[in-house]
């Protein structure tokens, strides 16, 4: 069972920037892809980002290429989320999130996800 803690999260300017961790626990952090969602009040939860097990990999919605930055430190069992120029649409809850059986094609989707963090909440004010 995986346990997933996120933190980071605040309130920021628009053009400001955050850097989200989540920390792993309980499993050896070892799965294919690890991802970033976002779900904003009255949305569906989206995709954000993903990475491979090795970092060598990410994968970023289009909404958030380029200013967003994904890592992760396996020796730590945590990954990031840089977040650079943030915008207000950028305000949302986010969630880190860890599968079983994630692939290249189905990162994108939430309910291939196993694992989810209670969320962090990103304002960001005009």
């Known amino acids: 069972q995986a346990q997933l803690v996120e933190s980071g999260g605040g309130l920021v300017q628009a053009g400001g920037s955050l850097r989200l961790s989540c920390a792993a626990s309980g499993r050896t952090f070892s799965s294919a892809y690890m991802g970033w969602f976002r779900q904003a009040p009255g949305k569906e939860r989206e995709f954000v980002a993903a990475i491979s097990r090795s970092g060598g990999m990410t994968h970023y919605a289009d909404s958030v290429k380029g200013r967003f930055t994904i890592s992760r430190d396996n020796a730590k069992n945590t990954m990031y989320l840089q977040m650079n120029s943030l915008k207000p649409e950028d305000t949302a809850v986010y969630y880190c999130?860890?599968?079983?059986?994630?692939?290249?094609?189905?990162?994108?989707?939430?309910?291939?996800?196993?694992?989810w963090g209670q969320g962090t909440q990103v304002t960001v004010s005009s």
């Open positions: 999130a860890d599968g079983n059986a994630v692939t290249a094609v189905t990162l994108i989707q939430a309910r291939r996800y196993d694992y």
